[in-house]
Protein backbone atom coordinates (compact mmCIF):
# COMPACT_ATOMS: atom_id res chain seq x y z
CA UNK A 1 0.00 0.00 0.00
CA UNK A 2 1.37 3.39 -1.00
CA UNK A 3 2.24 6.10 1.62
CA UNK A 4 -0.55 8.51 0.15
CA UNK A 5 -3.40 5.71 0.85
CA UNK A 6 -2.52 5.33 4.43
CA UNK A 7 -4.06 7.86 7.26
CA UNK A 8 -7.49 9.85 7.79
CA UNK A 9 -9.42 10.89 4.23
CA UNK A 10 -11.23 14.17 5.31
CA UNK A 11 -14.95 13.63 4.14
CA UNK A 12 -14.90 16.34 1.78
CA UNK A 13 -12.39 13.80 0.01
CA UNK A 14 -14.74 11.27 -0.69
CA UNK A 15 -15.80 11.54 -4.87
CA UNK A 16 -17.13 9.15 -7.17
CA UNK A 17 -20.33 7.84 -5.70
CA UNK A 18 -23.79 9.70 -5.86
CA UNK A 19 -27.35 9.45 -4.59
CA UNK A 20 -30.31 10.73 -6.68
CA UNK A 21 -33.39 12.25 -4.99
CA UNK A 22 -35.48 9.46 -5.17
CA UNK A 23 -32.79 7.70 -3.53
CA UNK A 24 -32.87 10.29 -0.59
CA UNK A 25 -36.38 10.16 0.18
CA UNK A 26 -35.90 6.29 0.26
CA UNK A 27 -33.69 6.97 3.09
CA UNK A 28 -35.69 10.02 4.55
CA UNK A 29 -38.89 6.53 4.40
CA UNK A 30 -36.55 4.34 6.34
CA UNK A 31 -35.19 6.44 8.58
CA UNK A 32 -38.84 7.44 9.49
CA UNK A 33 -39.78 3.95 10.54
CA UNK A 34 -36.81 2.90 12.28
CA UNK A 35 -37.08 6.08 14.43
CA UNK A 36 -40.95 5.22 14.43
CA UNK A 37 -40.27 1.68 15.54
CA UNK A 38 -37.51 2.16 18.10
CA UNK A 39 -39.75 4.24 19.99
CA UNK A 40 -42.14 1.47 20.29
CA UNK A 41 -40.07 -0.75 21.44
CA UNK A 42 -39.08 1.19 23.84
CA UNK A 43 -42.49 2.26 24.74
CA UNK A 44 -43.13 -1.53 24.85
CA UNK A 45 -40.04 -2.10 27.65
CA UNK A 46 -41.51 0.65 29.56
CA UNK A 47 -45.29 -1.12 29.82
CA UNK A 48 -43.20 -4.37 31.20
CA UNK A 49 -43.67 -6.12 27.93
CA UNK A 50 -40.18 -5.90 26.18
CA UNK A 51 -37.06 -7.27 28.79
CA UNK A 52 -33.87 -4.70 27.73
CA UNK A 53 -33.96 -2.33 24.81
CA UNK A 54 -30.79 -0.85 23.37
CA UNK A 55 -31.88 2.00 21.34
CA UNK A 56 -30.82 3.24 17.87
CA UNK A 57 -31.80 6.67 17.73
CA UNK A 58 -29.08 9.47 16.79
CA UNK A 59 -27.61 6.39 14.57
CA UNK A 60 -30.10 6.17 11.58
CA UNK A 61 -28.06 7.98 9.27
CA UNK A 62 -24.65 6.22 10.00
CA UNK A 63 -26.18 2.59 9.50
CA UNK A 64 -28.72 3.43 6.55
CA UNK A 65 -26.20 5.39 4.88
CA UNK A 66 -23.17 2.58 5.10
CA UNK A 67 -25.87 -0.23 4.18
CA UNK A 68 -27.01 1.48 0.75
CA UNK A 69 -23.62 1.71 -0.49
CA UNK A 70 -23.23 -2.16 -0.40
CA UNK A 71 -25.00 -4.51 -2.14
CA UNK A 72 -27.33 -6.82 -0.16
CA UNK A 73 -27.42 -10.54 -0.93
CA UNK A 74 -23.76 -10.71 -1.43
CA UNK A 75 -22.02 -8.55 1.27
CA UNK A 76 -21.67 -9.67 4.71
CA UNK A 77 -22.77 -7.35 8.06
CA UNK A 78 -21.78 -8.63 11.37
CA UNK A 79 -23.46 -6.41 13.61
CA UNK A 80 -23.87 -5.62 17.05
CA UNK A 81 -27.55 -4.71 19.20
CA UNK A 82 -27.63 -0.88 18.89
CA UNK A 83 -27.68 -1.78 14.93
CA UNK A 84 -31.87 -1.74 14.79
CA UNK A 85 -31.61 0.32 10.83
CA UNK A 86 -29.42 -1.86 9.28
CA UNK A 87 -31.60 -5.09 10.05
CA UNK A 88 -33.94 -3.52 8.32
CA UNK A 89 -32.40 -1.79 5.77
CA UNK A 90 -31.34 -5.64 4.91
CA UNK A 91 -34.79 -7.05 5.31
CA UNK A 92 -35.86 -7.84 8.48
CA UNK A 93 -39.49 -7.23 8.98
CA UNK A 94 -41.50 -5.17 11.71
CA UNK A 95 -42.69 -8.30 13.04
CA UNK A 96 -39.56 -10.34 13.34
CA UNK A 97 -37.71 -7.60 14.86
CA UNK A 98 -40.44 -7.06 17.30
CA UNK A 99 -40.63 -10.66 17.92
CA UNK A 100 -37.58 -10.97 19.39
CA UNK A 101 -37.84 -8.22 22.13
CA UNK A 102 -41.37 -9.38 23.28
CA UNK A 103 -39.61 -13.38 22.80
CA UNK A 104 -42.60 -14.55 20.52
CA UNK A 105 -42.64 -17.64 18.06
CA UNK A 106 -41.52 -16.89 14.81
CA UNK A 107 -38.49 -15.05 15.62
CA UNK A 108 -35.61 -15.68 12.97
CA UNK A 109 -32.74 -15.03 14.53
CA UNK A 110 -32.69 -17.22 17.61
CA UNK A 111 -35.87 -18.64 18.11
CA UNK A 112 -36.65 -16.04 20.80
CA UNK A 113 -34.34 -18.23 22.83
CA UNK A 114 -31.46 -15.37 23.27
CA UNK A 115 -31.66 -11.34 23.90
CA UNK A 116 -33.71 -9.76 21.50
CA UNK A 117 -31.94 -9.01 18.29
CA UNK A 118 -28.96 -11.77 18.84
CA UNK A 119 -28.39 -14.64 16.88
CA UNK A 120 -27.89 -14.56 12.61
CA UNK A 121 -29.78 -14.43 9.54
CA UNK A 122 -27.89 -15.72 7.16
CA UNK A 123 -30.41 -15.57 4.11
CA UNK A 124 -29.75 -11.88 4.40
CA UNK A 125 -26.56 -11.70 5.42
CA UNK A 126 -26.42 -11.02 8.80
CA UNK A 127 -24.00 -13.19 10.91
CA UNK A 128 -23.89 -13.97 14.70
CA UNK A 129 -25.06 -10.70 16.48
CA UNK A 130 -24.00 -10.91 20.09
CA UNK A 131 -23.50 -8.24 23.09
CA UNK A 132 -20.10 -9.77 23.88
CA UNK A 133 -18.53 -7.06 22.95
CA UNK A 134 -15.94 -7.16 19.95
CA UNK A 135 -16.01 -10.56 19.67
CA UNK A 136 -17.95 -10.39 15.83
CA UNK A 137 -15.12 -8.23 14.49
CA UNK A 138 -12.47 -10.66 13.94
CA UNK A 139 -15.16 -13.38 12.89
CA UNK A 140 -15.56 -10.50 10.46
CA UNK A 141 -12.07 -10.56 8.98
CA UNK A 142 -12.64 -14.75 9.23
CA UNK A 143 -15.04 -14.08 6.65
CA UNK A 144 -13.40 -11.22 4.31
CA UNK A 145 -10.42 -14.11 4.35
CA UNK A 146 -12.91 -16.73 3.11
CA UNK A 147 -14.12 -14.14 0.30
CA UNK A 148 -10.29 -13.80 -0.55
CA UNK A 149 -9.43 -17.34 -0.65
CA UNK A 150 -12.47 -18.07 -2.97
CA UNK A 151 -11.72 -15.34 -5.36
CA UNK A 152 -15.55 -14.00 -4.32
CA UNK A 153 -15.93 -10.55 -4.76
CA UNK A 154 -18.24 -10.21 -2.02
CA UNK A 155 -17.29 -7.93 1.24
CA UNK A 156 -17.26 -8.02 4.65
CA UNK A 157 -18.79 -5.02 7.28
CA UNK A 158 -18.39 -5.02 11.26
CA UNK A 159 -19.68 -2.36 12.82
CA UNK A 160 -19.00 -1.73 16.58
CA UNK A 161 -19.18 1.23 19.01
CA UNK A 162 -16.26 3.63 20.41
CA UNK A 163 -16.12 1.30 23.32
CA UNK A 164 -15.63 -1.99 21.33
CA UNK A 165 -12.71 0.17 19.25
CA UNK A 166 -10.72 -0.57 22.79
CA UNK A 167 -10.99 -4.04 23.34
CA UNK A 168 -8.34 -6.77 22.56
CA UNK A 169 -10.60 -8.11 19.81
CA UNK A 170 -10.49 -4.97 17.76
CA UNK A 171 -7.10 -4.71 17.52
CA UNK A 172 -6.29 -7.81 16.42
CA UNK A 173 -8.78 -7.98 13.82
CA UNK A 174 -7.80 -4.76 11.86
CA UNK A 175 -4.08 -5.71 12.46
CA UNK A 176 -4.90 -9.15 10.97
CA UNK A 177 -7.05 -7.45 8.17
CA UNK A 178 -4.27 -5.06 6.75
CA UNK A 179 -1.44 -7.20 6.83
CA UNK A 180 -3.61 -9.49 4.10
CA UNK A 181 -5.31 -7.05 2.51
CA UNK A 182 -8.73 -7.92 3.41
CA UNK A 183 -11.79 -7.24 1.87
CA UNK A 184 -13.38 -5.60 5.13
CA UNK A 185 -15.06 -2.61 6.18
CA UNK A 186 -14.64 -1.44 10.28
CA UNK A 187 -17.29 0.81 10.77
CA UNK A 188 -17.14 2.43 14.05
CA UNK A 189 -20.27 4.33 15.43
CA UNK A 190 -18.85 6.69 17.73
CA UNK A 191 -21.39 7.86 20.04
CA UNK A 192 -19.20 8.91 22.52
CA UNK A 193 -19.86 6.83 25.79
CA UNK A 194 -19.07 3.27 26.52
CA UNK A 195 -22.03 2.62 28.68
CA UNK A 196 -21.24 5.38 31.07
CA UNK A 197 -17.76 5.79 30.49
CA UNK A 198 -16.94 9.13 27.89
CA UNK A 199 -14.49 9.09 25.24
CA UNK A 200 -12.13 11.11 26.77
CA UNK A 201 -11.62 8.32 29.48
CA UNK A 202 -11.11 5.32 26.81
CA UNK A 203 -8.54 6.68 24.96
CA UNK A 204 -6.11 9.20 24.46
CA UNK A 205 -6.43 10.14 20.90
CA UNK A 206 -9.07 12.08 19.59
CA UNK A 207 -9.72 10.20 16.69
CA UNK A 208 -10.52 6.68 16.30
CA UNK A 209 -9.82 6.71 12.98
CA UNK A 210 -6.24 7.88 13.67
CA UNK A 211 -5.81 4.58 14.67
CA UNK A 212 -6.06 3.49 11.06
CA UNK A 213 -2.49 4.51 10.53
CA UNK A 214 -0.97 2.35 12.60
CA UNK A 215 -2.34 -0.87 11.32
CA UNK A 216 -1.55 0.22 7.72
CA UNK A 217 -4.84 1.03 6.55
CA UNK A 218 -6.58 4.21 5.51
CA UNK A 219 -9.50 6.05 8.24
CA UNK A 220 -12.34 7.82 7.24
CA UNK A 221 -13.85 9.91 9.97
CA UNK A 222 -16.99 11.26 8.82
CA UNK A 223 -20.40 13.10 10.08
CA UNK A 224 -22.54 9.97 11.34
CA UNK A 225 -25.72 12.22 11.32
CA UNK A 226 -25.04 13.22 7.70
CA UNK A 227 -25.93 10.46 5.50
CA UNK A 228 -24.86 11.13 2.25
CA UNK A 229 -21.46 11.61 4.15
CA UNK A 230 -21.56 7.97 5.24
CA UNK A 231 -23.08 6.89 1.95
CA UNK A 232 -20.17 8.22 -0.04
CA UNK A 233 -17.29 7.18 2.79
CA UNK A 234 -18.83 3.44 2.86
CA UNK A 235 -18.91 3.49 -1.12
CA UNK A 236 -14.92 4.54 -1.31
CA UNK A 237 -14.05 2.00 1.39
CA UNK A 238 -16.07 -1.03 -0.61
CA UNK A 239 -14.29 0.33 -3.99
CA UNK A 240 -10.80 -0.44 -2.27
CA UNK A 241 -11.93 -3.54 -0.81
CA UNK A 242 -13.56 -4.90 -3.91
CA UNK A 243 -10.54 -3.81 -5.87
CA UNK A 244 -8.40 -5.85 -3.51
CA UNK A 245 -6.92 -2.84 -1.83
CA UNK A 246 -7.98 -4.15 1.85
CA UNK A 247 -9.53 -2.94 4.99
CA UNK A 248 -10.88 0.53 5.85
CA UNK A 249 -12.00 1.95 9.38
CA UNK A 250 -14.37 4.41 9.50
CA UNK A 251 -14.99 6.44 12.22
CA UNK A 252 -19.20 7.75 11.95
CA UNK A 253 -20.26 10.52 14.69
CA UNK A 254 -23.22 9.77 15.64
CA UNK A 255 -25.54 10.85 18.77
CA UNK A 256 -27.49 8.91 21.51
CA UNK A 257 -30.30 10.31 22.12
CA UNK A 258 -31.52 7.25 25.08
CA UNK A 259 -29.63 5.52 27.57
CA UNK A 260 -27.43 2.94 26.92
CA UNK A 261 -29.93 0.08 27.47
CA UNK A 262 -33.36 0.10 28.94
CA UNK A 263 -31.92 -1.33 32.17
CA UNK A 264 -29.36 2.47 32.20
CA UNK A 265 -29.71 5.48 34.31
CA UNK A 266 -27.63 8.02 31.98
CA UNK A 267 -28.90 11.12 34.30
CA UNK A 268 -26.09 9.61 36.72
CA UNK A 269 -23.37 10.61 34.54
CA UNK A 270 -24.38 12.67 31.48
CA UNK A 271 -25.87 16.12 31.49
CA UNK A 272 -29.08 17.40 29.84
CA UNK A 273 -27.75 19.99 28.19
CA UNK A 274 -25.09 17.83 26.51
CA UNK A 275 -28.29 15.37 25.61
CA UNK A 276 -30.16 18.83 24.48
CA UNK A 277 -26.89 20.01 21.90
CA UNK A 278 -26.89 17.02 20.34
CA UNK A 279 -30.38 16.63 19.80
CA UNK A 280 -29.63 19.53 17.64
CA UNK A 281 -28.00 16.76 15.38
CA UNK A 282 -30.73 14.42 14.82
CA UNK A 283 -30.21 12.80 11.62
CA UNK A 284 -34.28 12.81 10.96
CA UNK A 285 -34.13 16.51 11.02
CA UNK A 286 -30.61 17.08 9.00
CA UNK A 287 -31.86 15.18 6.13
CA UNK A 288 -35.48 16.79 6.25
CA UNK A 289 -34.04 19.90 6.04
CA UNK A 290 -31.75 18.91 3.30
CA UNK A 291 -34.77 17.11 0.92
CA UNK A 292 -36.81 20.58 1.78
CA UNK A 293 -33.76 22.72 0.63
CA UNK A 294 -33.75 21.12 -2.71
CA UNK A 295 -37.41 21.16 -2.84
CA UNK A 296 -38.60 17.40 -2.77
CA UNK A 297 -39.65 16.95 0.69
CA UNK A 298 -43.19 19.12 1.65
CA UNK A 299 -44.95 18.88 4.84
CA UNK A 300 -47.75 16.14 3.04
CA UNK A 301 -45.20 13.69 2.04
CA UNK A 302 -43.08 13.89 5.14
CA UNK A 303 -46.58 13.26 6.87
CA UNK A 304 -47.33 10.36 4.54
CA UNK A 305 -44.04 8.68 5.37
CA UNK A 306 -44.75 9.35 9.48
CA UNK A 307 -48.53 8.09 8.80
CA UNK A 308 -47.33 5.20 7.06
CA UNK A 309 -44.54 4.10 9.62
CA UNK A 310 -47.02 4.73 12.72
CA UNK A 311 -49.58 2.37 10.42
CA UNK A 312 -46.85 -0.01 9.54
CA UNK A 313 -45.22 -0.38 13.83
CA UNK A 314 -49.19 -0.30 14.93
CA UNK A 315 -49.99 -3.89 12.84
CA UNK A 316 -46.68 -5.32 13.55
CA UNK A 317 -47.52 -4.49 17.55
CA UNK A 318 -50.92 -6.15 17.40
CA UNK A 319 -49.41 -9.06 15.50
CA UNK A 320 -46.81 -9.46 18.04
CA UNK A 321 -48.79 -9.26 20.77
CA UNK A 322 -51.43 -11.92 19.51
CA UNK A 323 -48.49 -14.38 18.37
CA UNK A 324 -47.85 -17.43 21.10
CA UNK A 325 -44.52 -17.83 22.70
CA UNK A 326 -42.22 -20.77 21.48
CA UNK A 327 -43.71 -23.92 22.35
CA UNK A 328 -41.63 -25.96 24.54
CA UNK A 329 -40.83 -29.21 22.59
CA UNK A 330 -38.59 -27.31 20.03
CA UNK A 331 -36.24 -25.83 22.99
CA UNK A 332 -33.40 -28.17 21.85
CA UNK A 333 -34.00 -27.08 17.85
CA UNK A 334 -30.16 -26.31 16.54
CA UNK A 335 -28.59 -26.66 20.03
CA UNK A 336 -26.29 -29.58 19.23
CA UNK A 337 -23.99 -32.09 21.43
Known sequence: MADADIGIIPADAMTGARLSDADLLEMYRQMTLVRTLDERIWMLNRQGKAAIVASSQGHE???I???SALEKGKDQFYIYYRDLAVMLMLGMTPVEIMSGFLAKEGEPLSGARQFPTHGAYPSIGLVNISNVVGTHIPQAVGAALANKMRGDDGIVITYFGDGASSVGDCHEAMNFAAIHDLPVI???ENNKYAISVPISKQMAVDSIASRAEGYGMPGIEVDGCDIVAVYEATSEAARR?????????IEAHVERYLPHTSDDDDTRYRPREELEEARKRDPLKILSEQLRDIGVLTDELEEEFNRDARTTVNEATDAVESAPYPKVNDFYKHVYA
Open 186 to 188: FFC
Open 241 to 249: ARSGQGPTL
Open 65 to 67: GSV
Open 61 to 63: AGQ
